[in-house]
């Protein structure tokens, strides 16, 4: 990589960069795993930006350079995954003593692929986790986010399919990981 990327705090103004970004990596970086029609229902009903996030100072945005290449972050609030369009969704604040903090939506350029910056997100993501008392860690990832997770320590827990509005079935895979 010719320049280095650049990690900061995501921003409202970063959204619309953001969401293009998320809907680019998706199309992309999911097409061996996941059915053109599974993720163009996925990106409506549960892919997507969560603002919450933004507001509460803990997603991030990656840049290299003026190019966005990366977002992701992580949570003290109970929702585990989708963006604000999805269902089921709780603000509710976690409690580090008994809770794992989630790790969500994570969405790496196309073109910014396998170069470490998800990696980067995710000691970000814990550093900031561990400085609030939490010593565990827990995600759902997609299909093509497991080598991802399973290379930074996280343990497959089960498989979750998530229903989609045409009847078919979306795959995921819930992990944890200690921490600290
Ligand atoms: C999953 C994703 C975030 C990974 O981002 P990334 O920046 O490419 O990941 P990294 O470069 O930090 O990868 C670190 C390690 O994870 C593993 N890994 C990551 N992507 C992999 C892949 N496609 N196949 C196999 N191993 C992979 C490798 O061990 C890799 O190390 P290496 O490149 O030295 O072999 C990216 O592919 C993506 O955005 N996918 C589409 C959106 C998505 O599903 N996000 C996950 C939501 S839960």
Redesign the pocket.
Known sequence: MSEEPILRLATLADRPALETLLER??RS??RDHYSPGQIDAALKAIFGIDGTLIADGTYFAVLVGDQYA?C?GWSRRRTL?GGDQAAGRSADLLDPATDAAKIR????DPA?????????MMRAAEQAALAEGFTSLE????L??V???T??GFIATGTHDVHLADGSTIPFVPMRKQIG
């Open positions: 990596s998706v970086l999911s990366a992701g995954f939506a994570f969405f790496v910014f692929a396998r170069r470490g910056i998800a990696s980067l995600l759902m990832a997609t093509p986010g080598p991802l997770y290379a930074l």
